[in-house]
């Protein structure tokens, strides 16, 4: 068993979040069968993009004047739920989202993929078919 500290895990900051990789391909815990992450959005890291990856697990540690819009595609994000502490988000393979919030918002969260390769679309498009 591998105890990790978030505070101990390097930050690494990226257009629209901060990213703390604890367990996964070039994390702090390595793992060749999934991917667990800590993500800051707010003011400090900028507006995130529009996107979309594999299948994902969000559960929201805190959030402050938050939400998430979702929507068929990265111009058409009509749906806007608020983000609230304790939430799970539960995201489909390639459902388009973004992380938004107000002045003086942020959305703290951790996410869990249940895999390390093709988690970006680029990579699950291109995957070998089973």
Known sequence: MRVLLR???EQDK????????AVG???SSDSKKMTVSFAHYSA???PMEPHQHAEETVYIIEAKDSWV?????KDCLSEKVMLRKD??????ELEWHV???????????LCIYGQVDNIRPEEI???PKN
């Open 7 to 9: 505070e101990e895990i």
């Open 14 to 21: 990226l257009p629209g979040r901060i990213i703390q990789r």
């Open 25 to 27: 391909k070039n994390s």
């Open 44 to 46: 400090e890291s900028g």
């Open 69 to 73: 819009r979702k929507g068929p595609s």
């Open 87 to 92: 939430a799970v988000l539960h995201f489909d």
């Open 99 to 109: 992380f938004e919030y107000g002045s003086g918002g942020f959305v703290d969260a």
């Open 125 to 127: 498009l291109n995957a």
